[in-house]
């Protein structure tokens, strides 16, 4: 009789080994051995070293001196070639772009861990700050906006850009399996909610209601907690992929514009 209960007991210690051990491939999807990026398909390839001695690869499309530069951290699964339609949309209105490339992707030495995407934020906005010697806007995106709001709380950005934030990966994580011991299990639990009170800067909250990776209630959860001045947008016809369209390239656009002169 007691056959079936230590079997189910070995089969889930097992299914939380499992969890633990492939927790970073489920995490960073777009890392790992992939092939060298094919040709951009907009910007200059630049590089970018971090301070523990990786090299970032990224694309960057250089503004006027006098607007606004954007800095792009894009999502788990995503690729910087991905954000041409916003660089083309960007420099219409002659702003900058620079989209980087996490280590451990594409183009970058290194492995993803949450303390290694922190610092790869930090090293992309000093490169950038030396180079664009502009005021600079940081934008993130799902994954990306918990390396935005730990940028902008250790950095003096003029602006920040959340799309489909989250108030922490751990939250999601207990959200997606309530059946495990996520907050013991999890090796980057990536706090925004602990972070954002530092972040003083303007702050544009874009989200999708029909999102079901990062559920509105969570970016919305972020928000509540986050210091003024702050504006939240709500796309009710979009989701977590879908909300890259037109209309958000237009409300990051006034953003940014609305930005201009009002750095530190």
Request: aromatic content about 8%; charged content about 15%.
């Amino acid at each position: 009789m007691l056959i079936l209960p230590l079997m189910a007991v070995i089969a889930y210690m097992a299914l939380v080994g499992l969890v633990y051990l492939s927790q970073r491939a489920l995490l960073y999807p777009g890392a790992g051995a992939t092939p060298a990026p094919e040709p951009a398909s907009w910007g200059e390839t630049v590089h970018v070293k971090t301070p523990d001695g990786e090299m970032l690869q990224g694309l960057y499309n250089q503004g006027d001196s006098d607007k606004p530069c954007v800095l792009l951290f894009f999502g788990n699964g995503d690729r910087v070639n991905n954000y041409e339609f916003l660089a083309q949309a960007l420099a219409t209105r002659r702003i900058g772009l620079l989209a980087i490339s996490y280590r451990g992707y594409p183009g970058s030495t290194g492995s993803p861990s949450e303390r290694g995407l922190l610092t790869d934020g930090i090293a992309a906005f000093d490169w950038l700050s030396a180079h664009a010697r502009s005021e600079i806007v940081v934008l993130g995106r799902s994954l990306g906006t918990g390396v935005a709001v730990n940028t902008a709380g250790k950095r003096p950005a003029v602006g920040v850009i959340l799309v489909s934030p989250y108030l922490s990966v751990l939250s999601i994580a207990q959200a997606h399996y309530p059946f495990l011991p996520v907050e013991a299990l999890l090796k980057d639990p990536f706090r925004s909610d602990l972070n954002i009170a530092k972040v003083r800067q303007p702050k544009l909250f874009l989200h999708g209601r029909l999102d079901d990776s990062i559920p509105l209630s969570s970016g919305q959860a972020l928000y509540r907690i986050a210091p003024e001045p702050k504006t939240m947008l709500i796309y009710d016809g979009a989701g977590h992929n879908d909300i890259l369209n037109d209309r958000m390239v237009g409300d990051v656009i006034r953003f940014v514009e609305a930005l201009q002169g009002n750095g530190p």
